[in-house]
């Protein structure tokens, strides 16, 4: 029992004492360049799946007809091309430059492959320390549901929203 008492002792002192060091000895990766911790994207991405698969509406507030994509296209190219792109177009410079990356929404499934109520939590709440932005206090519900049926659609939508949304692409 000792012997036991004593161990729970030395293991709950050692873990925050190498904790301390970890961080103090300057060995915590902080720069959006370091590579990241083992683990790090799967526990992040598990604690906002949980929150999401609990708080995400499950029905669109718009359908993802012509207007709203366009709609939603020219909310796009103002809040979110610099970071997330449009189609055809490389990284700009803060893409780049992100920790964690910014996923292209228009290169591969992007995120065609998540529900839309999906991406309309992730707009409307943004994901803490990633540099994804909330944006419920800037947009309206019926505008963020205007841009998470566009990057539901990603590159299916109509050739009027694909060709603005390519003649507007941010500047580096
Ligand atoms: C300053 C850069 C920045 C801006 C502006 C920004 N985002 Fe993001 N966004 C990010 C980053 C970084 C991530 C990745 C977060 C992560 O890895 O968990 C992200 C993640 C996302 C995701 C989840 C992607 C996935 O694969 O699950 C969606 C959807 C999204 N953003 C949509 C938007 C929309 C729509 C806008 C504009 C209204 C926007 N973002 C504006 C940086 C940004």
């Known amino acids: 029992m000792v012997k036991f008492l004593l161990g729970l002792l030395i293991g709950l002192l050692i873990f925050p004492a190498w904790g301390y060091w970890y961080v103090r000895s300057g060995r915590m990766p902080v720069a959006t360049a370091a590579p990241p911790l083992p683990m790090e994207r799967q526990l992040a991405h598990m604690a ?17 007809d012509e207007p709203n994509l366009m709609a939603g296209a020219k909310l796009y190219v103002a809040q979110c091309a610099v970071c997330h792109g449009v189609p055809a177009d490389q990284k700009s410079a803060i893409a780049k430059g992100m920790f964690p990356d910014p996923p292209q929404l228009f290169h591969l499934t992007g995120v065609t492959d998540d529900p839309p109520g999906e991406s309309f939590w992730k707009i409307q709440n943004g994901i803490r320390l990633t540099g994804m932005p909330g944006f419920k206090d800037s947009l309206t519900d019926t505008q ?25 692409a941010p500047k580096d």
């Open 144 to 168: 963020m549901w205007q841009i998470a049926q566009l990057v539901a659609t990603g590159n299916k939508v109509p050739a009027s929203v694909s060709d603005f949304l390519k003649k507007n």
């Open 48 to 64: 906002l799946n949980f929150q999401i698969e609990k708080s995400a509406p499950e029905k669109p507030g718009v359908p993802a």
